[in-house]
Structures are given as structure tokens and as C-alpha cells.
């Protein structure tokens, strides 16, 4: 191979890199930016809070925001005024505020355990005493398992049978009672704990079927906890903008609208005429309510939320006849004096959700323990006769009965239709209502108590996480009336003692349609905004064990590991009820005229946020921002204080989409000149190499009588088709490039090869050496006598296979090493948020052919390298072999031969790549001095198995 056809090569493969290169290059910017562009904008850009608003714990994970609103101090506000202030301004599209009222108290409720009996005269249930006994167990899901949360009734046994009472009836012609007995089914309950507590028997009467019907059911029931209270934050919107902001997902806010609307117009009054009757719409606010879902909450809102006001004074209550009472079309009794309606209390929309309480699973067996036949429910209730079964346990194959208690609850309405029977009977059927409405506490959760991981909590923390939290727990809270279950809380109790969020008494909260977190937004999509409100509360395990991979469910409590999506949504005018300014916590603002990302587009952002900073205001600008995963430890989870570990959030990463586009931009303009450098080093290099072999062509011709400028002129022509090819590619590499780096990078290694060659001719040219007296490498010094001296000679004899074998060497460590480097530095400035997993995906595989070109091109001139040491050495390998040599002693001269000429390379590369290392910040160290030690090591073990690939042929 002579120094023209490397020249060429080395010329060719610089051109192709330079427009390769560049275009890739361009491509990794326009993937990017594309990725970035579909991915940057939520659906507002803006986040408004009072100074303060936000807690510190933005502050302490590098600017990371919990999703909803676990991050709001709630210690100050954004007035009225101010509010006006923004949403009036011209560059705003949408200002949709956002206030929170309170921790909403959904009650307890209890289901009714007992018996229903069809046509009981007939069938002969009744006629024995009989004894039950069993419990409702409820489970829930906790994320992990069923876990046990309580059992009701505790110890108790059931005793139904025929009960003696005497029956009061009022006898309207002779004005007078008159009383009667009569058997009639009866239900009693007997308490064994307390029992055994208080030495005595516990019975009570948990109701009869007096003044029934024999042919209709006996219905007998006692009632019991199911559902454990639970607690959930109340917010208010204001519904049009609220649906502006959320766009068509936005769809359950409607009839929100429409009964805001409803109650401005025609205020809460009651409405005329018959409940079921149709209407225009909006003249009554009870078509707005579902009457079947809800037909006490329709009656209350048809009436205003009004109530009869009995006087005591006025009313002869002894005349009244309750039997034929009648009632006008304002509800009031026809005939009675001294009774009046008053409005109970505001009416409050709502829309709730509908995820709020998690899975609960009721299994309920009460078996029939005994049957005392003769006997009523009185000689039965008898500890001679019920003494010897109430401290038996129940059959273990007595039937259970399943029942999912979340598919039958009522989201925030204080009733439940479900119910459990004794054996052989029926579900006695009611709505089972808790005995306290619900209420919102003046309290709000507070923000968790967190530290950052240390030690050995910070070696197990998972991988890939932005932060490393451990929470600090605040102690137990008890779910269930045996106080049997209880759950560890993380988030201390906030009091607002500026104001009293309690509703004033009376106050009818009307549910007016429902949403899904998760459903309203694209919680799965690249971008997010934070306190957006309709993302579900998730959380992963990821502590290796049992409940890797379990999901974990909100708390009852509402102040446990995750803060759920708002309970309770409901309008700013409602929320007047509650007090009588207007202080919004939180305004969410999109910015009118902003589409696609751009640096003009993130500058108006900006100036508008500027505008709302002048107001006294904080504002982050969230545009831009992405999910990124948060590791976060919870110690003490389980109720014998054991810790559950690591589990994995996702909080809001503020200006990701920048982050990112900075990050990988970077990354692909360092491959680009890493690249382009590595090549044309090669190509310069080549050049270089040739002078010692033009100089003796020069003095060859001026020794014919050549003058110098012929001499230079002669070199120049040859180097002129380089020259030409260079050229050529730079410039179509530059009128294809449509950015700046892309241009200069192409140009600059383009000028490096011209500058070289124009070097290389006028040097070599302007040498003085004389043919006679070019020193030749393998004539001086002592004889080479060992295949080893032979072999090391014939490798010196060939400079230009040295040159090209250690440039390459040293192109492929570089370009290796800094491809390595690059990517996982990018990596790790991107972070781990969606948008950057995004982007980083579309970006590796252009960056990675980037890569591979320009160590193909190493690779090329390695193997160009061999070649000619081995070619050039050719002949004397030849006359080695036909002086006698053996196979053994030629591959020992070979092999020498090769790592000799290797050894140049080898080192230069070793020299460079560490002291690179030294000298970059490199968290990575374990892959990048890999790629420096196995680079070298890869190149001499080809050396090896090209010698002895050759010896074959020689």
C-alpha cells in the first residue's frame, strides 16, 4: 500500500464522515427538538402561589414538587384582587384558582346484621328460640394483601324467637290508647366481652316486628361498623375556568356549571309543584341531582334544604291526627298552626371521586348454634339454657358470605345498602346511615417529615431516582371501633387557626356527578404540571421481599405515605359558605399565544411570570415539566413498627424539557467533533507520515536538476484530487447542515487536512537532504541476530504502519471512551424523568452511529496499518523462509514485528485515555477504563491472530 492510496483512503473516509456526521448530527437535534416539542407543555405553564406557598421541600430535592397539593403550606393567600390582576391581563389565555377548605370527615358506617323472614307466621321460624353465632370480617386491600381491618360483631350471640309485648293503639272514635299483647318475632343480642368485663349478662333488645303484618317480612336487625371513617381534602375551583383548563376531560365539571349557574339565577329557594313533574331547565335546582342515586338529598334540595319548625306553643300536637295528615305544595301540614320552614343550611355542590376509599371485602358467617325447641326468646335468654354455646366457637365449614363493600358505598353520602344475615334467613334490607354527617375540619394534612437517605439506607436506595427521602413517622392511627387495626401516619396535622373551615350547621352537600383520577388527565404522558389535581396517589415497593412490586393504597386517614387526588371538589361560590372572603391558595396560569417550543416561546412564558412577580407573588414556571422518580422509605409502616423500605413516587421535575434538550444537544455536538477529529487526525497524520519519503523524492529530483518550485508544483498536483475531494465534502457538508456547530465542525476539519497537505508539499519540497545520504533504519546500529531483533527492525523500517497503527489506536480509545462518556454524562444531566427517557431513546441510536463511524474509520486505519508492516516486510519474510528459517522462528519475527508496531500506538492511547480520566469529572469510571484497557488489548490479540494468519501464507 503506497502513501497516494492511503492519502486517498484517508481522504475519502474524512469526506464521508463530515457529511455523515453532520447530517446524523442534524437528525439528533431534530429528534430532540420534535420530542421536546410534543412533550414539553401541560396544561398550564405557570404556578402561582403566595411567598411562601410552597414548602421548603421543593426547596431540599432540587426543586422536585409533590403531585396534587402535598406541598402547600396553606400559611398565606392570594386575595381577590390579585386574583383579578392576572386574570386580566392580556397575555393570559386561562387563570384557574384553586383553594383548599379543609380535610373532609367522611363518617363511619355501620350495616345492619340480623334477619329477614317472608310470611314469618306461616313458616315457622319463630316458634323456637334459636341461638347464632358468627362476625362480619373486613378485609382491604393494602396494596400488598387482604389485610384483616376488623371484625364486628366482637364475641356476640344471636338469640331470634317469639317475644311477648304489649302493643299501644290509638282508638280515634273512643279518643283514648288501649293496650294488647301479642307474640311477635323478636331479636336479642348478647355481649360477651362485656360480659366477662362486668360479671353479668349483656343481653339487649335489638328490635321486634310489633304491628307487623304477619304476611309481611319480619325485618330484625342490630347494626354494626363496616366502614371505617375516612378522611379526604375538600377544594373548590372555579368550574369554568377549571374546565378551559382541563379541556374536554373536563366534562364531569359541567353540571357543576349548570347548578352554579342554576343557584346564581334562582338562588337556593324551594321549588313549586310536584317532585317528578318536568321542568325548563334550570328553574329547580333538584333536577340536578340524581333522584334514584339519591332521593333524600333530591328531597332536601327541592325543598331548599329546608326543615318544618315544630312551636310548642302554637301546636296542639294531642289533636293532630298523624295518620291522615296532610300536606300543602310548600310541604307545610294542612291544619296545623305554628309550623314554618327554615332553611337547614347553604346548599354545597360536589363532585367527588370516586377512588377515594380502597377495596373492602366483607365475609360474614353467623351459623345457627343451637335451636331451643318449646322454648320463647325469654326462657331461651336464660343461662341455663344458652350457658353452654356462648363461649363455643362457631362451625370452622359454616357458609361465608362475600360482599364488596366499596362497589356498594355512596362516595361522601352517609349511607350504605348492604346488609348480613343469621343462617337460614334473609338480608334485612335498609340503607344503613352513619349517625353524624360528614364534616371538614379547620385542619389540613401537613407536609411530611423528611431527611435525606444516609448510610447504609442510602447504599439500598433504588436506582435511577432523583432524590433518596426517608420519611418520619408520626404515630398510629386507629381505623376501626375495636381500635383492633390501625395505621402509621406520616404527615403531622396543619391547623389553620385563621378561620374556622367547619360548614355552618345544616349544610347540604349535593354530589352532582363524580371523576376518576387517572382519567381526567394523561397521567401516563411525558409532561406534567404539578397540583393539578387529577392524578392518582401511586406508589411502588421496590424493597426487595415480599411486597416487591405491590402498589400502595391511600390512607384512611388521610395523613399516611401518599396524599390521594382531592375527595371533594365544589365551587368558589361554595366556598363563601365556609367564609366570607375569597383566599385562593393556588392559580394555575397558560399563557395566551404559545404552541410549540421554542427559546421565543419560553421567553414569553417568562415575561408574563415576571408580570406576576410584580404582583407580591411566587411563581414557578412549570412549562417544561416532567415526572421523575423519587425513592422514599418508610420506616415503622407495619403495626409492630417493623419498616415496609423503599418505595418509588413520581414528583414533578421542574424544567425537565430544557434539562434534557440541553443535556443531549451537548452530547451529540461532543461526538460530532470527537468524531470528525479522530478522522481527520488520521487523514493529517498520513500526510505527515509521507514526508520522509517525499524528501527523498525531492532530493532525487533536484539532483536531476529540478528546481524547488517545479519540485513543490509536482507535490502540489499530486495532492490536488485530496485537496479537490476535501473541499467538495466540506462543502456540501455545510450546505446540508442547517445549524452552526454542524458547519464549523466540518469547515474546521476540513482547513486542518488542507493546511496539513499545503505543510507537507512546500516542506518536503523545501528539503536539503541528499539521495546518498538517506539513512536507512535497518542498516544502523549492530546486527539483529534473534528472530525478536529481526522482527523489531522490520518494524521500524515501516514509519508510516507505525503512524497509522497508533492514530488509530489512539482515535478508537478516544472516540470510544468519549462515546461512552458522553452518553452516560448526558444521561445523568438529562435525569430520569419521562421526557428524558423519551428523548434519550430517540437520541441513542443516531448517537450511537455517530459513534460507529468514526470508529470504523479506526478501525480501518488499524487494519491499513498491519497491512503495510506486514507488506513491506513481505520479501523478507520470503527470504527468512527460504534461508531456512522455521515456522516458529517466523512467527516469533512476526509477532514481534506487529507489537512493536503496535507499541507506540498502545501507549500513546493508554496515556491519553487515563489522563483524559483524571482530568474529566467522570462518575462512570468502571466502563470508561474498560473501554481504555480493552481497546489495547483487542488491537494486540488482532495483531496476533493476523501473524499467524500470515505465517500460513508465507
Given at each position: ?637 407495619f403495626e409492630d413498627r417493623t419498616d415496609l423500605g423503599w418505595t418509588v413516587e413520581e414528583w414533578t421535575s421542574l424544567g425537565a424539557a430544557v434539562q434534557v434538550e440541553d443535556a443531549q444537544l451537548t452530547a451529540s455536538w461532543l461526538l460530532l467533533t470527537v468524531a470528525l477529529a479522530g478522522v481527520a487526525t488520521l487523514a493529517c497524520a498520513v500526510q505527515l507520515a509521507g514526508i520522509r519519503t517525499r524528501r527523498k523524492e525531492a532530493a532525487l529530483l533536484t539532483s536531476l536538476g529540478w528546481p524547488r518550485t517545479r519540485v513543490r508544483r509536482w507535490f502540489l ?238
Open positions: 500500500m503506497t502513501r497516494t492510496f492511503a492519502a486517498l483512503l484517508t481522504c475519502l473516509l474524512l469526506g464521508v464522515t463530515m457529511i455523515a456526521a453532520s447530517q446524523i448530527t442534524e437528525q439528533t437535534g431534530a429528534a430532540v427538538q420534535t420530542t421536546v416539542s410534543e412533550n414539553w407543555r401541560g396544561h398550564y405553564d405557570l404556578l402561582v402561589t403566595p411567598q411562601g406557598g410552597l414548602t421548603d421541600s421543593a426547596e431540599e430535592t432540587g426543586g422536585l414538587i409533590e403531585q396534587n397539593f402535598a406541598s402547600l403550606t396553606g400559611e398565606a393567600h392570594i386575595t381577590e384582587y390579585e386574583l383579578d390582576s392576572i386574570a386580566t391581563m392580556p397575555e393570559v389565555e386561562v387563570a384557574a384558582p384553586l383553594a383548599f377548605i379543609g380535610q373532609f370527615a367522611s363518617p363511619a358506617l355501620e350495616a345492619p346484621v340480623g334477619a329477614m323472614v317472608e310470611e314469618w307466621d306461616e313458616n315457622g321460624f319463630f316458634d323456637d328460640a334459636r341461638a347464632f353465632k358468627g362476625a362480619v370480617s373486613i378485609m382491604y386491600d393494602d396494596g400488598m394483601q387482604l389485610r384483616h381491618l376488623q371484625s364486628s360483631p366482637s364475641e356476640s350471640l344471636f338469640l331470634t324467637g317469639l317475644d311477648n309485648v304489649t302493643i299501644p293503639e290509638w282508638d280515634p272514635e273512643a279518643g283514648e290508647t288501649t293496650y294488647s299483647s301479642e307474640d311477635v318475632p323478636s331479636l336479642k343480642i348478647f355481649d360477651v366481652v362485656e360480659s366477662i368485663r362486668c360479671e353479668c349478662d349483656t343481653w339487649r333488645d335489638a328490635g321486634n316486628a310489633e304491628n307487623q303484618d304477619p304476611d309481611q317480612p319480619a325485618v330484625l336487625y342490630d347494626t354494626f361498623e363496616v366502614v371505617p371513617e375516612l378522611y379526604s381534602s375538600m377544594v373548590a375551583v372555579d368550574p369554568q375556568s377549571e374546565r378551559e383548563l382541563i379541556g374536554e376531560a373536563g366534562g364531569f365539571l359541567d353540571t357543576l356549571i349548570e347548578f352554579e349557574e342554576a343557584q346564581r339565577s334562582t338562588g337556593e329557594e324551594p321549588c313549586e309543584g310536584d317532585p317528578l313533574a318536568e321542568r325548563p331547565p334550570g328553574e329547580c335546582l333538584a333536577d340536578l341531582v340524581d333522584r334514584e342515586r339519591y332521593p333524600h338529598i333530591h328531597e332536601r334540595v327541592f325543598s331548599g334544604n329546608s326543615e318544618l319548625i315544630w312551636d310548642d306553643a302554637d301546636t296542639d300536637f294531642e289533636a293532630i291526627d298523624w295518620e291522615d295528615l296532610d300536606f300543602d305544595e310548600d310541604g307545610l301540614p294542612i291544619g296545623v298552626d305554628g309550623v314554618e320552614h327554615v332553611q337547614a343550611g347553604p346548599i354545597i355542590p360536589i363532585v367527588y371521586s370516586e377512588t377515594e376509599y380502597p377495596e373492602l371485602i366483607a365475609e360474614a358467617a353467623f351459623p345457627e348454634m343451637a335451636v331451643f325447641e318449646g322454648l320463647d326468646l325469654d326462657a331461651a335468654s336464660e343461662y341455663e339454657n344458652y350457658g353452654e354455646i356462648v363461649y363455643e366457637d362457631p362451625p370452622a365449614d359454616a357458609e361465608v358470605h362475600t360482599v364488596n363493600i366499596t362497589e356498594n358505598l355512596v362516595p361522601f353520602i352517609p349511607q350504605l345498602n348492604v346488609g348480613f344475615a343469621l343462617e337460614g334467613t334473609e338480608e334485612p334490607t335498609r340503607f344503613a346511615e352513619a349517625e353524624t354527617a360528614q364534616v371538614t375540619p379547620d385542619w389540613m394534612p401537613g407536609r411530611i417529615q423528611r431527611s435525606e437517605a444516609e448510610g447504609e439506607k442510602l447504599e439500598d436506595a433504588p436506582e435511577n431516582v432523583e432524590a433518596a427521602l426517608v420519611n418520619e413517622p408520626q404515630g398510629f392511627h386507629v381505623l376501626d371501633a375495636e381500635r383492633t387495626s390501625r395505621e402509621q401516619r406520616y404527615r403531622p396535622w396543619y391547623r389553620n387557626l385563621d378561620f374556622d373551615a367547619r360548614p355552618p350547621n345544616g349544610t347540604l352537600l349535593v354530589p352532582v356527578d363524580s371523576y376518576t383520577p387517572g382519567e381526567v388527565i394523561d397521567v401516563d404522558s411525558a409532561s406534567y404540571v404539578p397540583l393539578g389535581l387529577y392524578a392518582p396517589a401511586e406508589s411502588t415497593i421496590v424493597q426487595p421481599g415480599e411486597h416487591e412490586g405491590g402498589n400502595l393504597p391511600p390512607s384512611f386517614s388521610g395523613r399516611g405515605a401518599l396524599l390521594n387526588s382531592p375527595g371533594v371538589i365544589t365551587t368558589l361560590d361554595a366556598y363563601h359558605s365556609y367564609r366570607e372572603e375569597l383566599r385562593v391558595d393556588v392559580v394555575r396560569v397558560r399563557v395566551a399565544g404559545v404552541e410549540e417550543y421554542s427559546p421565543e416561546n419560553l421567553n414569553r412564558i417568562g415575561e408574563v411570570a415576571s408580570h406576576i412577580e410584580d404582583l407580591g407573588l411566587e411563581v414557578r414556571v412549570v412549562a417544561g415539566s416532567s415526572l421523575a422518580p423519587v425513592g422514599v422509605y418508610l420506616p415503622e409502616f498536483s499530486e495532492d490536488l484530487p485530496l485537496a479537490i475531494m476535501t473541499t467538495a465534502a466540506a462543502t456540501l457538508a455545510i450546505l446540508l447542515s442547517t445549524s452552526i456547530l454542524p458547519r464549523v465542525a466540518a469547515a474546521s476539519a476540513a482547513a486542518a487536512l488542507l493546511v496539513t497537505i499545503l505543510v507537507t508539499a512546500i516542506g518536503a519540497a523545501s528539503a536539503k537532504t541528499q539521495p546518498g545520504r538517506s539513512r536507512n533504519v535497518s542498516s544502523s546500529g549492530a546486527a539483529a541476530r534473534t528472530p525478536s531483533g529481526i522482527g523489531r527492525r522490520l518494524a521500524l523500517a515501516s514509519p508510516l504502519a507505525m503512524t497509522l497503527s497508533a492514530l488509530s489506536l489512539l482515535v478508537l480509545v478516544s472516540t470510544a471512551s468519549a462515546f461512552v462518556v458522553v452518553i452516560l454524562t448526558s444521561r445523568t444531566q438529562a435525569g430520569v424523568t419521562r421526557i428524558a427517557n423519551l428523548v434519550n431513546a430517540e437520541v441513542l441510536l443516531p448517537q450511537t452511529v455517530l459513534a460507529a463511524g468514526a470508529v470504523t474509520a479506526g478501525v480501518l486505519m488499524f487494519g491499513m496499518g498491519i497491512r503495510q508492516s506486514l507488506r513491506q516486510a513481505g520479501r523478507q519474510h520470503v527470504m527468512l523462509r527460504a534461508v531456512g528459517w522455521s515456522r516458529h522462528d517466523l512467527g516469533t519475527c512476526l509477532r514481534t514485528q506487529l507489537l512493536t508496531s503496535l507499541l507506540p500506538g498502545v501507549a500513546l492511547s493508554l496515556l491519553f485515555g487515563l489522563a483524559a480520566l483524571a482530568a474529566m469529572d467522570v462518575t462512570a469510571v468502571g466502563p470508561v477504563s474498560l473501554v481504555i484497557l480493552g481497546v489495547p488489548l483487542i488491537a494486540i490479540a488482532v495483531a496476533l491472530s493476523w501473524a499467524a494468519r500470515h505465517i500460513r501464507s508465507v
